[in-house]
C-alpha cells in the first residue's frame, strides 16, 4: 500500500477546476517527481494534499486513510509538510527562531528523529548563520533553512515545490545533494521540478501534468526526452 495517494482527485479554486482526476502515488522513503509547464497543477497538486483546498476526504488517502479536507496543521501533526514555493520564512527572526518554531508543531518522529544539530549536519551553513536573521541570508541559505524547517516537523512525506526556483546551479547541486540523507531515514519526498533532467536524476518515479491531467508517469530511468515533450503537449503516456 502507498504510504501517500490521491484517487481521482478533483481541486480548483471557485469555480475553476484545476485538477481533473488525479491519481497519484509515493511510497515510504521513495522521491517521486512532479513536472509539467506553468499551469499544468503541480502546485494545486500539492495544496489539495496538505488541505489548502477542499476536496473529498476519500481523493487523498495517507497512511491507509481518507484525509482529503484535513486541516493543514493537522497534515503536519499527521506526518505529511510542505516546503512551499517561495519559501515563506518568518522575516525579523533567526535562522534558528525559525527551525524553533517548526520544532514546536511537530508530528511523533516515524524514525531518528530530525533536530536542529542534524538540519545543521545537512546544510552547515546554517550553523554558522543560526543567530542570522533570515532576511539577510542568500536564496540559497533561505531555502536550506524552509527545507529544515520542514524536517523539523518530522515527516513521512515532505512535499517541496520548486525548491530550486531563482537558485544558482551550484547551490542548487548542493541542496539536492542533500536529499538522499533525507530519504535514507524513510521519508519519502515529492519533488515539483522545473529542470526535467534533475527531476529525473534526483527521483525513483515520475509524473507530468497538463491542464490537470497526467498524462505520463513511470520510472525515473525509463523515460526519455522524446516522452517528456510529447507528454508536455498532451500525449498520453502510462510506463511500467
Known sequence: MSLLSTHGLLAGYGDMRALHGIDFAVDPGETVALIGANGAG????????????????????????????????RMVQSGVAIVPEGRRLFSGMTVEENLRVASE???????????????????????????????????????????GRGLLAQPRVLLCDEISLGLAPRVVREIYAALPQVTAQGTALVLVE??????KQASQRLYCLLEGRVTLEGQSSDISRDDISAAYFGASHALD
Open 42 to 73: 503541480k502546485s494545486t497538486l500539492l495544496r489539495a494534499i496538505m488541505g489548502l483546498l477542499p476536496v473529498a476526504a476519500e481523493m487523498v488517502q495517507f497512511d491507509g486513510k481518507p484525509v482529503g479536507g484535513t486541516a493543514p496543521h
Open 105 to 147: 508543531h511537530a508530528a511523533a518522529p516515524h524514525n531518528t528523529p530530525w533536530t536542529q544539530e542534524r538540519v545543521y549536519d545537512l546544510f552547515p551553513i546554517l550553523r554558522e548563520k543560526a543567530r542570522t536573521p533570515v532576511e539577510n541570508l542568500s536564496g540559497g541559505q533561505q531555502q536550506m533553512v524552509s527545507i
Open 194 to 199: 522545473q529542470d526535467v533532467g534533475l527531476a
